[in-house]
């Protein structure tokens, strides 16, 4: 069982920078590609970044790509999402998730992971 716990969330004018942090249970959590997803009010939850197990390999959305970065720990089981020039369109409930089976190195779709936090909101106004 691994337990997911994002924090950092909160509201931000248009422009500015959020930092999200995400601190997972387990021992083995550098063997887990990570990723973050976010749930905008009535729309499907989307695809945001994902990272691969060691670090190396990073992925985006596109509407993304550019503003937010995200890194990882493993020494301190934590993954982060720096989002900068944040704009009102970024307003979500930001989640975090898990792929522990190793199937890729990094992971896309919402299917591939097996365990998700509980999410944090992030609002940004104009």
């Known amino acids: 069982q691994v337990q997911l716990v994002e924090s950092g969330g909160g509201s931000v004018q248009a422009g500015g920078s959020l930092r999200l942090s995400c601190a997972a249970s387990?021992?083995?959590?550098?063997?887990?590609?990570m990723g973050w997803f976010r749930q905008a009010p009535g729309k499907e939850r989307e695809f945001v970044a994902t990272?691969?197990?060691?670090?190396?390999?990073?992925y985006y959305a596109d509407f993304v790509k550019g503003r937010f970065t995200i890194s990882r720990d493993n020494a301190k089981n934590t993954v982060y999402l720096q989002m900068n020039s944040l704009k009102p369109e970024d307003t979500a409930v930001y989640y975090c998730?898990?792929?522990?089976?190793?199937?890729?190195?990094?992971?896309?779709?919402?299917?591939?992971?097996?365990?998700w936090g509980q999410g944090t909101q992030v609002t940004v106004s104009s």
């Open positions: 998730a898990a792929e522990t089976n190793q199937m890729a190195a990094i992971a896309t779709v919402r299917a591939q992971y097996d365990y």
């Open positions: 387990g021992r083995t959590f550098s063997s887990y590609t």
């Open positions: 990272i691969s197990r060691s670090g190396s390999i990073t």
